[in-house]
């Protein structure tokens, strides 16, 4: 054989062998699946809502990952190589682990939350409407009336805000929890500003002065049937309090059988 034959029998051998070894190279099929399971996991952990930019991360780890797999599927045969694709989604595998941990560990954190903001919106529901019935009567109906239908409507919004607990929808029996109590108290600012306005529209009591003070001092000094008897220290009691003249007055109409 002659030596230009025998070069070109051998760069054909060691082309013919490169095309084979890399012919068979073959798609990471697991790796894919196990990467796309990782996703799936972390999306049903919750991460969308309670890790969302790890989440965002992942996903685009993954896309780069499957665009390097589609590079490569469409080269020859003899030039394809699924190193890297491997190598991005094992670490597609290990983030998407990370990911799932760390959404339920916020969801946790939220749920914590939420019940507590669930509570302390029902203590001060339960709050206004003790208020409400200890201290407000007939008066000032048309307010009473609109306290009343607040009322309904807090207490309609707890249970909204129960259902969404119990769906898992935390951020947003969180805000509603919120909003509601921020409502309660104001439900409870207003019943306090007409329980103050009923207070200043009752009658003020009457207050005797030093005129009705001299009354009492003439009467039951005209009365000589209060300095014995019971009725003296009644008499002295008045005359020192000044401020009793009604008092005095019945000591008379008790000595005088004409003003009982």
């Known amino acids: 054989m002659r030596p230009i034959t025998r070069y070109r029998f051998a760069v054909g051998l060691a082309a013919a062998a490169i095309v084979v070894v890399t012919g068979c190279a073959q798609p990471p099929t697991e790796q894919l699946e196990a990467a796309q399971k990782a996703i799936d996991s972390a999306n049903a952990a919750g991460a969308t809502e309670y890790a969302k930019e790890d989440f965002a991360a992942l996903e685009q780890q993954f896309a780069i990952a499957k665009d390097e797999l589609v590079r490569q599927e469409a080269a020859r045969p003899m030039f394809r190589s699924y190193t890297d694709v491997d190598k991005m989604l094992i670490k597609v595998v290990g983030f998407g682990g990370h990911v799932a941990a760390g959404a339920a560990q916020n969801k946790e954190v939220v749920k914590i939350a939420a019940l507590a903001l669930e509570k302390e919106a029902q203590e001060v529901v339960a709050s206004d409407k003790e208020l409400m019935a200890k201290t407000l009567t007939g008066k000032e109906r048309a307010a009473v009336e609109a306290i009343k239908e607040d009322l309904e409507t807090l207490e309609t919004s707890l249970g909204a805000v129960h259902q969404s607990i119990e769906k898992g929808d ?3 029996a969180e805000a509603q929890a919120k909003a509601l109590k ?14 103050d306005r009923v207070k200043k529209e009752k009658p003020a009591s009457r207050r005797y002065g030093m005129s009705d003070y001299h009354d009492a001092r003439r009467i039951l000094s005209d009365c000589s049937a209060c300095e014995i008897g019971p009725m003296a220290p009644m008499r002295k009691t008045v005359i020192r309090a000044g401020d009793h003249a009604p008092l005095a007055w019945r000591i008379y109409a008790g000595c005088h059988d004409e003003l009982a």
Do not use: D, R
């Open 170 to 172: 935390y951020h947003g």
């Open 182 to 195: 921020e409502k309660g108290l104001a439900v409870s600012g207003e019943i306090q500003n007409t329980i």
